[in-house]
């Protein structure tokens, strides 16, 4: 590296949230994305795995395709072997030497490159990716592939620079320094499928501070995947720092885990998975040349509670938004809602009202509010749950599953007598919402059962009119969501204005794009340097005089 032409601290832009475009009809955006979905339906793209910036392909490859019409390949991915996570391992471990050693303006600018490629030239073909490939409507990608991967960038950068200005005090002739190490050795980032963003994010917040990743994408959101990493090229993003390695998911972690250089986990999905590990890494502690940072955000089972005094009509929007978007497969999505019996009537005509008027089908088709759940798997156990739920509760709206062009499950209302019933306490992270009707005189024991009911800890919401029940509420579950929302759905977190993560099973809570987040990828080293060191050993007390007093 050559000395830096800058003097004086430099700052990065306070960022504003990404305006969500509308795609309304006639506007420029539905026309741009309208041809970046004919283009890519029309390709079959290869993938490659990412290995030090060369493009590796492996030979042993597996088909993607669109959830809406399982007969589509989208594109073939390589899927990586033992050798080649090895590989991106040695390749993570160099880049980050120099890497590390760049001013912290000229990475965090690669970053802000990679936001703004995506507002712009990136954003038609990574929403595109996303809809296609994770079956999201347009509106549900714009808000995760475009907005909240973009505020993930450029918060995080303002997050990092607003770290690095974090310095100690100093005493006289002293000057104590915080040098903001990036962890040493490299990250294992393991993403979700149901977030583009989510696969951005745990890619990118330790590289932001300087660290370097081992990025294994989810089998079942590679296109939009391998989007990310093309654009992390044109921004200019050093080869190495982000390792593509798709691949089976416990080979690939049992050499990741296994590596003494491994310095992280970013992980998102399944609490089992998650869990699973943790015991790895606690199994090979011995090997590893750091503690690794463990960082994972895992599963929910998230829940509406409705006060007697709750506004009826914005519940039942929140139950079918925050329920039925995204076909249920949120993390945060609402699946269990508490109803007092005075309420139950109404809000259910009007939550069964609204869920007859949802579309389902082919998100190329704007008319539709839902699109099929994201593969055979994901298909196979939502209808379990809903097969358990004829069998055992009242099915009251959906219950419908069909599968012969895409894994498509109508949006499921169902009412449980049993409070303990297995739809109020298993993730089942598909359009399935369990409603359990309590007698009204029994709020506060009803909160309790809130509290007690599942082993998640991630989002959850009050619906109410009443102060007082507001803060009964708030203060009953106050460790039941690490996200709670008062009088408004339980999904929609926004980087910035509401850091997202909960307790509990559901994960260690870092929240994802915030400064605590970023944190667990530094190790600060503290410099303290005097100016003019003393030259005799003694202290004042020590020399001869009169004794010390009562003596
Ligand atoms: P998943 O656990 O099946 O997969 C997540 C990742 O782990 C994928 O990359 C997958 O390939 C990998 N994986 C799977 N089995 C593995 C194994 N045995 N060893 C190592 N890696 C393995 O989860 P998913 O279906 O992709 O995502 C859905 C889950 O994620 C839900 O439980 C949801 O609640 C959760 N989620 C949580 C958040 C949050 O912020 N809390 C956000 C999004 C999703």
Avoid at 48 to 56: D, H, N, Y
Avoid at 349 to 372: E, Q, S, W, Y
Avoid at 413 to 424: A, F, K, N, S, T
């Amino acid at each position: 590296m050559g000395a830096h032409a800058f003097s004086g601290r430099r700052d990065v832009p306070l960022p504003a949230n990404e305006p969500v475009l509308t795609y309304a009809p006639g506007s420029d955006e539905r026309r741009r994305i309208g041809r970046a979905l004919d283009a890519l339906a029309e390709e079959r793209i290869e993938i490659p795995l990412v290995i030090g910036g060369r493009r590796v392909r492996s030979g042993r490859t597996r088909p993607v395709v669109m959830p809406c019409d399982h007969r589509h390949v989208l594109a073939d991915c390589h899927m990586a072997t033992p050798r080649h996570v090895r590989d991106a391992i040695t390749a993570a471990v160099e880049a980050q030497r120099e890497w590390a050693a760049w001013p912290w303006e000229d990475r965090l600018a690669v970053f802000l490159k990679a936001a703004e490629l995506l507002a712009t030239t990136w954003r038609d073909r990574v929403n595109a990716a996303t809809m296609l490939g994770q079956a999201k409507t347009v509106h549900q990608a714009e808000i995760d592939a475009a907005c909240e991967l973009i505020d993930f960038w450029r918060f995080n950068c303002r997050f990092a620079a607003e770290l690095y200005a974090e310095q100690p005090i100093s005493s006289p002739g002293v000057w104590n320094q915080l040098d903001h190490r990036p962890l040493e050795g490299f990250v294992y980032a393991v993403t979700p499928f149901n977030f583009t963003a989510i696969a951005g994010n745990l890619s990118s917040a330790n590289v932001i501070v300087g660290g370097a990743t081992v990025w294994k994408p989810a089998s079942s959101a590679l296109l939009s995947a391998w989007m990310l990493m093309q654009l992390y090229e044109e921004a200019g993003l050093p080869p190495g720092l982000i390792n593509f390695v798709p691949g089976d998911p416990e080979a690939v972690s049992d050499v990741a885990l296994s590596s003494p250089d491994l310095a992280g986990i970013h992980f998102t999905g399944s609490t089992a998975v998650f869990q699973s590990l943790w015991r790895a890494t606690g199994a090979n502690i011995a090997r590893y040349r750091s503690y690794p940072r463990v960082v994972g955000e895992t599963g929910g089972k998230d829940f509406i509670v409705l006060h007697p005094s709750a506004d009826l009509q914005a519940a039942a929007v929140a139950i079918v938004r925050g329920g039925f978007e995204y076909q249920g497969q949120k993390c945060s999505a609402a699946s269990r809602i508490y109803v007092p019996r005075s309420a139950w009537p109404e809000l259910r005509d009007r939550v069964l009202a609204m869920t007859a008027d949802l579309r389902m089908g082919d998100v190329r088709d704007f008319g539709n509010f839902m699109g099929a759940v994201i593969d055979r798997n994901a298909f196979a156990r939502i209808r379990g749950y809903i097969a358990h739920a004829k069998r055992t509760a009242r099915v009251l709206a959906g219950g419908g599953c069909r599968d012969r062009v895409g894994y498509f499950v109508e949006p499921t209302l169902v009412q449980v007598d049993d409070p303990g019933h297995r739809l109020m306490r298993e993730e089942v992270f598909g359009p399935v919402v369990a409603v359990y009707v309590y007698p009204d005189r029994q709020w506060r024991s009803m909160l309790e059962l809130v509290d007690t009911t599942s082993p998640y800890g991630l989002t959850g919401a009050v619906f109410a009119r009443d102060r007082q029940a507001i803060i009964e509420a708030s203060t009953a579950l106050r460790h039941a969501a690490g996200n709670f929302y008062i009088n408004d759905k339980p999904t929609g977190a926004v980087v910035g204005q509401q850091p997202f993560g909960g307790g509990r099973a559901s994960g260690t809570n870092d929240k994802a794009g915030s400064k605590l987040n970023l944190m667990r990828w530094l190790s600060p080293r503290v410099i303290k340097e005097t100016f003019v060191p003393p030259v005799d050993y003694t202290y004042p007390f020590m020399k001869a005089g009169e004794p010390p007093s009562g003596d």
